[in-house]
């Protein structure tokens, strides 16, 4: 059993570009959440989906955006790219209000 | 709002020795609380979590927190470490309300260094 998955691992943007960040839920999860850690910090929430709906958003620009597909997977959008969005971009799955999964990260880093 | 204070940044202690990891929280509700590690170069696995009931709470691997509602804190302790505990640690809350949506508010970590 495949547990969270993110695509790609590492990603090297430039500042004012635009980037799409990917992420599978672990099987038979339906709700997506996604957190930015920046280096030596702990993980800041940036927003949860579930059924295909933002349910919960935190302090983050309207920049970041997202979506979740009818299968459950989800994305995370950034866009004008500023270099303080250089981090580790996590996703977590979980059934509902159940145990949260997290991915192995994706690592942004904005020249 | 809630908040969470990691006290030590990073904690070195010797292989076999006991170590405590110290968390803090702030809060005007209710909360639940983890412990969650991080391994290099992957994402976070839950150690434990105190949702109710008895305040020592033991997790995997070996490692135990202890809820102290009045002092609001929620320490994680091991007795005896191993080399492969070396990794990032991180405290985080949960209020009731965004339990249901599964927000989780996490400190800054702290790294254990186990030396042999």
């Known amino acids: 059993d495949a547990g969270v998955t993110q695509s790609p691992t590492h990603l090297i943007k430039t500042r004012g570009q635009q980037v799409t960040l990917r992420c599978s839920p672990k099987s038979g999860h339906d709700t997506v959440s996604w957190y930015q850690q920046a280096l030596g910090q702990g993980p800041q929430f940036i927003f949860q989906?579930?059924?295909?709906?933002?349910?919960q958003r935190g302090n983050f620009p309207d920049r970041f955006s997202g979506h979740q597909f009818p299968n459950y997977s989800s994305e995370l959008n950034v866009n004008a790219l500023l270099l303080g969005d250089s981090a580790l971009y996590l996703c977590a799955s979980s059934l509902r209000q159940s145990k949260q999964y997290f991915g192995p990260g994706t690592r942004l880093t904005v020249l | 709002a809630q908040s969470v204070t990691q006290l030590d940044s990073q904690v070195p202690v010797f292989e076999e020795a006991p170590v405590e990891l110290r968390c803090n929280y702030s809060?005007?509700?209710?909360?639940?609380l983890f412990w969650y590690v991080q391994y290099p170069n992957q994402g976070l696995q839950l150690l434990l979590k105190y949702l109710s009931g008895s305040t020592l709470v033991k997790g995997i691997n070996g490692f135990e927190a202890e809820f102290n509602k009045s002092q609001t804190s929620f320490h994680l302790r091991k007795p005896s470490v191993h080399i492969s505990d070396t990794a990032e640690y991180f405290c985080a809350v949960s209020d009731l309300l965004s339990s249901n949506t599964g927000k989780l508010i996490f400190g800054q970590g702290t790294t254990l260094q186990v030396k042999p």
């Open positions: 809060s005007s509700v209710s909360v639940y």
């Open positions: 989906y579930y059924e295909e709906e933002e349910r």
